[in-house]
């Protein structure tokens, strides 16, 4: 009897892990079709580096940091991955380019043809940027150097009242341009070098 309550447990379990398994990558798998066999590699690379970082979080024996090492291509794959798994408002794109001493560059396509903005700002608008980031208790922090328009430099003032203005409208809280995030779970540290994320957990 107890053999057969096993064998039954053995097998609801791993029937469990399969649909557990099969949800999680759902959305790649339907993606899969669309991307190469490069970007489905980097993509995967970046959601197994998630897994093994939050389960490392949850064991309770005391450890030292380790790292983890994402090239700029996997990131950029998994954001690409997200914003069409997850949409967020208003963000269409979005590209890093991942430089020494946590300096970053990048690249922001927004949809604004909802917002009320002055005329000079198109309704889909191109955004480079330069920006450092730093962490400090749990917490990752942004300081943005420049903000271009295409190929026209924004003052970091005006920038940073315009999103106030769109959070306002949207009954959110009106935070500028350089602003602070929760680290994801998991994760310590976060440095750069030239074309590298190097994560601590």
């Not at 079709?33 to 897994?51: C, F, G, H, N, S």
């Not at 998991?186 to 440095?191: A, C, E, P, Q, R």
Request: net charge neutral; with cysteine; glycine share 2%.
């Amino acid at each position: 009897m107890k053999k057969v309550y096993l064998k039954k447990s053995i097998s609801a379990f791993l029937i469990l892990g399969l649909i557990v398994w099969i949800i999680s990558n759902l959305s790649l798998l339907i993606l899969a079709q669309d991307l190469t066999p490069e970007e489905q590699a980097r993509i995967q690379k970046v959601l197994q580096t998630i897994e093994m970082m939050e389960r490392a979080a949850l064991d309770p024996k005391p450890r030292a940091l380790k790292q983890v090492i994402l090239t700029e291509e996997e990131l950029n794959a998994y954001i690409a991955y997200r914003l069409r798994t997850e949409p967020v408002e208003w963000l269409q794109e979005l590209q890093l380019k991942l430089l020494n001493d946590n300096c970053i560059e990048g690249k922001a396509v927004f949809d604004l043809s909802q917002e009320n903005l002055p005329n000079f700002i198109p309704k889909k608008a191109v955004f480079f940027f330069s920006a450092l980031f730093q962490v400090k208790e749990n917490k990752i922090y942004f300081e943005f150097k420049k903000v271009f328009l295409g190929s026209q430099e924004l003052n970091l003032d005006f920038v940073s009242e315009i999103i106030k203005q769109i959070a306002l409208a949207h009954n959110a809280v009106p935070e500028g341009l350089n602003r602070s995030y929760d680290l994801p779970f998991g994760i310590k540290d976060i440095k750069s070098r030239k074309g590298l994320a190097i994560f601590y957990y």
